[in-house]
């Protein structure tokens, strides 16, 4: 229980200690959305009398209010790590996630010497270990890594050495095992809720006309889950608009719903759906057909079980399909792929599939990154990837087999002009991970 003796620590902290809390708290402030800390969604929990206080006020609504948990006494000094973990998964709610930390095992040598100089408090039954053994805690909970964050490097402020040493680390990631200390965040694996979400799919349309039945057709056929469909008719110039309408005239059974774009490409036609959507999650789907309709399932089961945060698509896992995709652009792909995944530290296969899903809820969040970070993304499947592993969301890829566009055309034309931009995307990023850089 919460009541029992949860750590080993005292109250009075050391010097050195309380000079590690401020950076780990400016640290992880930096990973938290805006949003959570305006709506005071967040809570930092700095000693066993305040974790006892906040898990024990069962009866408030605080504690399903909260998004993030920040626990700031190491790991490291907790008597029974599985059963602290046990516990709270039995209060928390589903989507509440944990940033916790402890202290590296290749800095124990280093504490018993602070300890003798009378730096810091050492306690005999600390334990100091490695991201090996904390996945073995982990593994006996209902608690799992979504991100890792590699941003510090020692526990106090030497003027530029501090930042240097987390700059070359961030640069480096190979070498965090030199890291004072690790700091996760964690989510809950299984998901308790049972009820069917409904889910919107976003589907920007430019030129379509050809498509839009099969659409419909192949949603009222294929898919097993409430569903709502949300055509965001981008300035077409051909019937795509009117072929919606009549769709929604003769399916008027089926949940349907049409919004205007405003001509700006795909990303800004899908902000605009998310926007006016009514689901609980939300799953981009092109027009084109070439991620097939059955497939949409699979991402539905996904996110509603929480396999993920964001389900991001990936059509290099199976083998492609005739013409399906031009030789350059499997090359860019996975060029993409290779350097995103360095950029967040979260391995991505396919930067560039269309098809991605995630909660109506977080949609903000996402677009609220790519406007601080000046991120002009043309797609906008690389804010979605960028501002989900930022923020410490779990991101998983699910694989589609991609078929050839049936009909109309694609959009992917100004290839050398995309690619271009894509890159500026990426080095924004990597000011943003790995410098600490504000745009």
């Known amino acids: 229980m919460i009541d029992e003796k949860l750590i080993l620590e005292s109250k009075k902290k050391s010097f050195l200690r309380s000079k590690w809390e401020e950076i780990l708290k400016k640290t992880i402030l930096k990973r938290i959305p805006e949003e959570y800390i305006k709506n005071d969604q967040i809570i930092f929990l700095n000693s066993e009398e305040e974790i006892k206080k906040y898990f024990l006020n069962l009866k408030s609504n605080n504690i399903y209010k909260k998004k993030i948990i920040i626990i700031i006494i190491p790991l ?3 008597l029974n790590l599985i059963k602290f973990l046990d516990n709270i998964d039995k209060i928390l709610d589903e989507d509440t996630k944990i940033i916790i930390n402890y202290f590296s095992i290749s800095w124990k040598q280093i504490f018993n010497i602070f300890s003798l100089l009378g730096l810091i408090k050492n306690f005999k039954k600390s334990l100091f270990f490695s991201r090996k ?10 608690f799992e890594i979504s991100k890792k964050l590699n941003d510090i490097s020692i526990p106090f402020n030497i003027p530029f050495v501090t930042k ?11 070498l965090s095992i030199i890291s004072f200390a690790n700091i996760y965040y964690l989510r809950k694996r299984v998901k308790k809720t ?15 006309q050809d498509n839009i039945e099969n659409i419909v057709n192949e949603a009222r056929i294929k898919l097993r889950f409430p569903y709502q469909l949300v055509f965001v008719d981008d300035l077409s110039n051909d019937e795509t608009y009117l072929r919606i309408k009549n769709s929604i005239k003769i399916n008027q059974d089926l949940n349907i719903k049409i919004v205007s774009g405003k001509g700006e490409g795909k990303s800004r036609a899908v902000d605009i759906g998310v926007r006016n959507s009514d689901g609980f999650y939300c799953a981009i789907l092109d027009a084109d057909l070439t991620v097939r309709m059955e497939d949409i399932n699979s991402f539905y089961s996904a996110v509603s079980i929480g396999n993920g945060d964001v389900i991001n698509g990936t059509r290099l896992i199976y083998k492609l399909e005739d013409n399906s995709m031009r030789f350059l652009n499997i090359l860019g792909n996975k060029f993409f792929s290779y350097l995103i995944s360095y950029i967040t530290s979260t391995k991505i296969s396919d930067t560039l599939c269309g098809t991605k899903c995630f909660k109506k809820s977080d949609w903000e969040i996402f677009e609220k990154f790519r406007s601080e970070n000046k991120l002009d993304d043309i797609w906008g499947d690389f804010n979605i990837i960028f501002a989900s592993s930022y923020y410490g969301y779990k991101l998983i890829d699910l694989p589609v087999r991609y078929y050839e566009r049936i009909s109309g055309e694609t959009k992917m034309k100004r290839r050398f002009y995309y690619f271009l931009n894509m890159l500026k995307l990426c080095y924004l990023a990597f000011l943003k991970f790995k410098i600490s850089y504000k745009a």
């Open 194 to 208: 049972s009820d069917n979400k409904i889910m919107s799919l976003i589907i920007p349309c430019k030129n379509e």
């Open 76 to 78: 490291n000094n907790f």
């Open 133 to 142: 053994t904390f996945e073995i805690f982990l593994n006996c909970t209902n």
């Open 164 to 174: 240097l040493s987390s700059l070359i680390i961030n640069v480096f990631p190979f």
